[in-house]
């Protein structure tokens, strides 16, 4: 059994001179929250429809759980639930008979998984309120109760955040977290904004002018933007006892020159240099160093525009 649910080899997307998608190599882990990043027009919805099945390649192969072959491709993607572009909602049906609806549509056997989609999305409690009047975070949870209601083991969801307020995107974080954890399921979900999927993937790719410029684990992200306090003292011993005694934590690195990352107190620097002058250190740099996500985001993408 592949260790992937979605890979892709070379894929290209030409539309007349301009590449949407120029020779990717994506690969999902099976149980990964995998967070697409890009700016608007860089490729994200032509790979998601490539993936869906809603658009075919100019070159190159896709896989999914495994299968390569069009008729296999074709049964594979019945595992899959997506969101893409925005929900097929009906507007004039309330959220109950939104899924009915759609139950009947797919051909999905039992009513019972109506009521259980609803409850998981949060949306039990809407009763006859039609969907054209729900809020947008309330629609997209709908949007995704649809997306859930074969049982997929693969969601696709392209920009579902767009638009929400902080609460919603925060909402659909938690959400999108618990169907990961508790029933084991891959997500596939785009977005323009990297700090909008961070706390919520476990991977990411970064895609550019239809280029796959990097593929890292949450893990890696975290510590290439880690922010610390640098600082290079006469007795960097010394400042690491005073450091964890007086500023009571041991979350720093003395590296081999001696300086000392330390990732906690951030916004108090007042107060670390003063405890450190307090026990006779001289300081000699003292100084904030990382950068946020965003930053790294755009210079990641700028660094490939001057490739
Ligand atoms: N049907 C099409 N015909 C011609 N060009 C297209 C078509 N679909 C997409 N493109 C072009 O392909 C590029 C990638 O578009 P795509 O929609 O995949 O980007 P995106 O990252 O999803 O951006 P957005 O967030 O704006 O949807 C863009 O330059 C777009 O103009």
Do not use: W
């Not at 593929?215 to 880690?226: G, P, S």
């Amino acid at each position: 059994m592949s260790e992937y649910v979605l890979q892709t080899n070379g894929l290209t997307k030409k539309f007349k001179a301009s590449y949407a998608l120029d020779k990717v190599n994506m690969s999902i882990r099976k149980g990964s929250i995998y967070g697409f990043i890009g700016q608007n027009g860089a490729g994200k919805s032509t790979l998601i429809r490539v993936a869906a099945g809603l658009a075919f390649p100019t070159e190159g192969t896709i896989e999914l759980f495994g299968a390569a072959e069009e008729r296999e491709l074709v049964r594979a993607r019945k595992r899959i639930g997506s969101i893409i572009e925005s929900p097929a909602l009906f507007p004039n049906m309330t959220a109950r008979e939104n899924l009915e609806a759609n139950r009947i549509l797919r051909g999905i056997p039992g009513k019972d998984c109506v009521a259980k989609t609803l409850e998981l999305v949060g949306l039990q409690g809407t009763g006859r309120k039609k969907a054209k009047n729900f809020s947008l975070g309330m629609k997209q949870r709908l949007g995704l109760a649809i997306a859930l209601l074969g049982d997929p083991e693969f969601l696709i969801l392209d920009e579902p955040t767009n638009g929400l307020d902080p609460m919603g995107v925060v909402e659909m974080r938690e959400l999108l977290k618990r169907l990961n954890q508790e029933r084991g399921i891959t997500i596939l979900i785009s977005s323009h904004i990297l700090s909008e999927l961070y706390l919520l993937a476990s991977h990411y790719g970064i895609i550019h002018h239809g280029r796959l410029l990097e593929q890292v684990t949450a893990e890696e992200l975290k510590a290439k933007c880690q922010q610390y306090v640098h600082i290079k003292v006469d007795n960097p011993d010394k400042a690491a006892a005073v450091i964890q005694n007086e500023l009571g934590t041991s979350d720093f690195e003395v590296m081999p020159d001696g300086a000392i990352r330390l990732f906690k107190h951030m916004d108090r620097p007042g107060k670390i240099s003063s405890v450190l002058a307090a026990e006779g250190l001289e300081i000699e740099q003292f100084m904030p160093m990382g950068e946020d996500l965003e930053s790294y985001f755009a210079k990641r993408i700028g660094g490939a525009d001057h490739e």
